[in-house]
């Protein structure tokens, strides 16, 4: 697995943007989600006229981790206003790393994770936040591992469905 390689996604790379988004959220969220709510999240938050906006922004950034030039993950990072909540410009927000569901167990989240720790370090920021739906306790488990710990929770709406999202943070030392 070593020739998996991060690199930055570009304004071309929309449509495959869209396509890894749209399959690892459903891989993550479909069996706990009604059909509706998975549908009309998708179309919305994976719209493409949604990711070129998030493309375009300055104060957010997106990875690509790829196999022999195949998409397999993603990471979605915010600064300052972008960020979903919080706003601290002194913080970095993880949006979203996501990877497919074949690929799970082989590093590649940790190697997206890594990605964020070194762009925080470059930005010189104090700390890193997510949120992280109380029930993905493989994620919960693995920001765990990487020293992130519970701050606070709140609500992501998912269709008509109102869900709980565990906010962790990661103080960095330099």
Avoid: C
Avoid at 20 to 37: A, D, K, L, M, Y
Avoid at 97 to 117: C, N, R
Avoid at 124 to 147: D, H, M, Q
């Amino acid at each position: 697995m070593s020739n998996i390689e991060i690199r930055t996604v570009i304004p071309n790379d929309i449509d495959q943007l869209q396509k890894i988004g749209r399959q690892t959220f459903q891989e993550t969220f479909s069996e706990s989600n009604s059909e509706e709510n998975m549908k009309s999240y998708l179309d919305e938050g994976f719209s493409k006229e949604k990711l070129i906006k998030e493309l375009n922004d300055k104060n957010s950034e997106f990875y690509f981790a790829t196999l022999d030039d195949v998409v397999i993950g993603y990471l979605k990072i915010n600064f300052g206003e972008s960020q979903t909540e919080l706003k601290d410009s002194k913080a970095l927000e993880i949006e979203r790393i996501y990877v497919s569901k074949e690929f799970h167990g082989k590093s590649v989240g940790q190697l997206l994770y890594d990605k964020t720790i070194q762009i925080a370090k470059q930005k010189i920021v104090a700390y890193i936040w997510l949120g992280v739906w109380e029930e993905n306790l493989r994620a919960i488990s693995f920001y765990k591992k990487n020293g992130f710990i519970e701050f606070d929770k709140h609500i992501f709406k998912l269709g008509n469905d109102e869900q709980t999202d565990i906010m962790m943070k990661l103080k960095l030392s330099y």
